[in-house]
């Protein structure tokens, strides 16, 4: 079913005589397409199963999963990444995914001491410190407040991480699949600290979650009321356990790590806390040893999903799309540029879609594939006109043991076999 | 003051601030009375910390060392520790005292996180074992790195850079590749068919090479 016959009008671009040229130099196309020609197709000739007998009733999935053959599109772990699957990572499949919306199931997580369970009941959130008056909320008090809806990327600000000294991981998914992009309803945390009354010394507010971990953060003020919100609904529906059920913190364009799942406490003070998870961990060590702190931003970025090592070209020759992601956290994307040949010329891929803020862009390159060799490259300029940079633009600055904050250009060598591999190119 | 409106929620009672606000800031506000030294501080380490950061905070297998690696963090592979990293002696109360044990945070009293505090720092060669951690002076206590953080500089340093003009054609004459993803061989292979998995997976558990931890 999936090698469906070539033919003319499938290929766009291309002349008769080069089409003829491709398909000889892929014995397999050529008997495939020889066969198809002169053989009905049973699928088509013969009555199906499914064209006969009867499929599920309505009541067969009141809460759908994927269709099974769709399994592989699922978030994986690397082991070996963390000491344990608690405080760990895994992988949102963007290799396999479209559009920009990420599918909540297979949104990838990052917990510090594991996905607690808290009910709507057991819900308590406290805002307290420098306020005129500290208060407690219970989760129907969140919902009667005036609401918004807005669609955001979350990264974590070690997506890529562990790519600084080389390509390492094989797939999009590993190396830029710690990412989800989710249309966010909640209450704005303008509304919120509205209630408590801020006062004017305050300039910063520290965020802590529920769980053990805690997770605390301290954000400046300017940022909490500018476009900082607290979310219970994702993708239309409430969020998941694991990413912070019934309330989390949305931080648009800022690391992942700010934005606190389970959030229990808004902390309005004079000075940043500096907790564990903005000194030991979300610091960012220069070549001298000396390290950034409080670098929020997450910085223009774009990859290809496909192809990827994860997504090799089985079709043969002819029309093939390249497609990927871009995102920045300083803006809107305005154009990504797509290169074939490592870097040497670029050509503007096509958006799906004009850029949002802070929000995961989709991008298209058609092109009319004829088995060559491709050092596949990608490159987001965002509203603010930052482009993209490579790895060594980005090792230039930094040395390599920064760990977090890794936006460089990403290469797919992809082989006349179609296969794909991470690599880096000089 | 921002005023609000609404009118929805209820005023927090001391208890409950006093129960969930136990940040501790870098000046020492939030630090509860108490106080431990090392000798105290080993006894708790050994019952309650050691299974997984080693006996003399060495860490173990994979969990983290908290102990060790001074003047390592010019190098291709520092080992940031509390000693060798961490600026304030703050963060390791608060952190310890919200959220260790991993697996049993929030059980353990004032004295014993001091004690926990100053045999990390004793174990970092930094205080004599009879050394008094306390409220009174963990916040004027200086660890080695204090001084090693400066706040993100993006702006000054990468974007003007960054945001020049981006190269179309002709960006350079030779493209070479320079490192393959598969000579690592680290890559998990597809848990589910196996079918265009990434070329050369191992699976798990193989030997990890140096990397940067997830966080």
């Known amino acids: 079913m999936s090698n469906e016959p070539l033919n003319d009008k499938a290929m766009i671009g291309t002349t008769r005589r080069g089409f003829l040229a491709a398909t000889a130099a892929t014995g397999t196309a050529l008997v495939a397409n020889a066969a198809s020609g002169a053989t009905p197709d049973p699928l088509i000739t013969e009555v199906q199963e499914w064209g006969s007998g009867l499929g599920d009733g309505v009541d067969a999935n009141p809460y759908g999963l994927p269709i099974r053959f769709e399994s592989d599109v699922v978030r994986r772990n690397v082991s070996w990444l963390t000491a344990d699957v608690i405080s760990s990572i895994n992988f949102t499949p963007i290799h396999a995914l479209d559009g920009t919306i990420t599918p909540q199931g297979c949104a990838f997580e990052r917990h510090h001491s594991g996905a607690i369970e808290l009910s709507k ?13 500290p208060l407690v909320f219970t989760y129907a008090d969140l919902e009667r407040m005036p609401r918004v809806t807005r669609t955001f990327f979350l990264e974590c600000a070690a997506n890529t991480g562990m790519e600084w000294a080389g390509a390492q991981l094989n797939g999009s998914q590993f190396t830029h699949g710690m990412i989800h992009n989710m249309e966010y ?20 507010l520290f965020v802590e979650g529920a769980d053990a971990s805690s997770n605390g953060r301290s954000i400046p003020m300017e940022k909490a009321l500018d476009d900082c919100m607290i979310a ?16 989390r913190l949305v931080v648009p364009g800022w690391e992942g790590n700010l934005w606190v799942k389970w959030l229990r406490r808004m902390e309005a003070t004079d000075a940043p806390v500096e907790s564990r998870e903005e000194t030991s961990k979300y610091t960012d060590t220069m070549a001298d040893g000396t390290s950034r702190k409080w670098t929020w931003v997450m910085d223009a970025k774009s990859v290809v999903t496909s192809p990827s090592p994860q997504m090799p070209i089985t079709h043969g020759n002819g029309p093939l799309v ?35 803020e802070m929000a995961l862009t989709r991008f298209y390159f058609d092109h009319n594939w004829q088995g060559e060799e491709m050092l596949l490259q990608s490159r987001a300029t965002d509203s603010t006109g930052y482009v993209q940079p490579t790895k060594a633009q980005l090792r230039e600055v930094r040395g390599e043991n920064s760990v977090y904050h890794n936006n460089c250009i990403q290469t797919w060598w992809v082989k006349p076999n179609g296969e794909a591999e991470n690599v880096e190119v000089s | 003051a921002l005023a609000g409106g609404l009118g929805l929620g209820r005023a927090a009672l001391p208890e409950e601030i006093a129960a969930w606000d136990k940040d501790v800031r870098p000046d020492g506000v939030g630090l509860p009375v108490g106080s431990g030294d090392a000798i105290v501080g080993e006894e708790v380490f050994a019952d309650k910390c050691a299974a997984c950061h080693g006996d003399f905070a060495e860490g173990v297998d994979n969990w983290p060392k908290l102990a060790g690696g001074m003047n390592t963090l010019n190098r291709d592979d520092p080992l940031k520790t509390v000693g060798s990293y961490w600026p304030h002696v703050s963060t390791l109360f608060d952190y310890i005292n919200r959220s260790m044990p991993f697996g049993a945070a929030q059980t353990l009293e004032p004295d014993e ?40 500089d993006r702006e000054t340093t990468e974007y003007a850079q960054f945001s020049a003009p981006a190269c179309m054609e002709n960006c350079k004459d030779e493209v070479k590749i320079t490192m393959h993803a598969t000579v690592l061989d680290v890559t998990p292979g597809d848990p589910t068919d196996g079918e265009g998995a990434p070329a050369g997976a191992s699976g798990e558990g193989g030997a990890a090479p140096a990397a940067a931890e997830p966080e």
């Open chain 1, 322 to 356: 390249i497609t990927g992601l871009a995102w920045s956290g300083r803006g809107a994307i305005t154009g990504v540029d797509v290169s074939m040949d490592g870097g040497k010329t670029w050509k503007p891929a096509r958006l799906a879609a004009p850029g949002t």
């Open chain 1, 121 to 133: 009941d057991d819900y308590r959130l406290m805002i307290n410190g420098l306020v005129d008056t």
């Open chain 2, 113 to 152: 996180v001091y004690g926990i505090v100053a045999y990390i720092l004793y174990s970092n060669d930094l205080i004599e074992d009879d050394y008094v951690i306390s409220n009174e002076n963990l916040a004027a206590f200086e660890l080695p790195n204090a001084a090693g953080f400066f706040v993100d």
């Open chain 1, 232 to 247: 219970f609904k994702a993708n239309g529906e409430a969020l998941r356990m694991e990413h912070g059920y019934p309330v």
């Open chain 1, 185 to 204: 309803t909640g209450v704005t945390l303008r509304t919120l600290l509205e209630e408590a009354g801020v006062q004017p010394t305050a300039t910063w």
